[in-house]
């Protein structure tokens, strides 16, 4: 079965970095996404990782270790726009594309 | 925008009540999923078609059902419905039903039953 964590909150201050981590157990690995999700919306593709580094996006980066079964949600410069829930998801990599998610971690930005 | 519509956007009924979610995935995407989020639970997957032909289920329960039809449109049926059962339902598509495709999420279906 699919097992992931990751920190139910958070807290940063505006214009700092900000970490978001995220652990899994899976019994096969086909690469790891992040979503965000503002308050009453839709989730919104963020990164997929399926190797071991970093994968840069303009202020966002995701770090993936396959042996580690550990990844992170780098934030740079944070916006006040910023605030909103970080999800980690895996697909089950069974027949189809389903995704297992973590239960988010929800990013307080403060001035 | 995401390209994904849902219909209705809000939706009020009782308990054991019968409703219709609907689902248009962006163009030219074959694949639909639905996921139900509720506050205790989160985002969990529900079931996945492609291509009109069910691909995968998930924690899905019997009462619930969804089909996916020739012009790729989808359908999640609810019925016998739950006070548990007030949750956000999502639809998101992706172009092909593979592993590692970003999934493009529709607005949701906010489904309150009293």
Known sequence: GQNIDQPTEMTATEGAIVQINCTYQTSGFNGLFWYQQHAGEAPTFLSYNVLDGLEEKGRFSSFLSRSKGYSYLLLKELQMKDSASYLCAVPLGNAGNMLTFGGGTRLMVKP | ?114
């Open chain 2, 1 to 114: 925008d995401s390209g994904v519509t849902q219909t209705p956007k809000h939706l009020i009924t009782a308990t054991g009540q019968r409703v219709t979610l609907r689902c248009s995935p962006r163009s030219g995407d074959l694949s639909v999923y639905w996921y139900q989020q509720s506050l205790d639970q989160g985002l969990q997957f529900l079931i996945q078609y492609y291509n009109g032909e069910e691909r995968a289920k998930g924690n899905i329960l019997e009462r619930f059902s969804a089909q996916q039809f020739p012009d790729l449109h989808s359908e999640l049926n609810l019925s016998s419905l739950e006070l548990g059962d007030s949750a956000l339902y999502f639809c998101a598509s992706s172009v092909r039903g593979q592993e590692g495709l970003e999934q493009f999420f529709g607005p949701g279906t906010r489904l309150t039953v009293l």
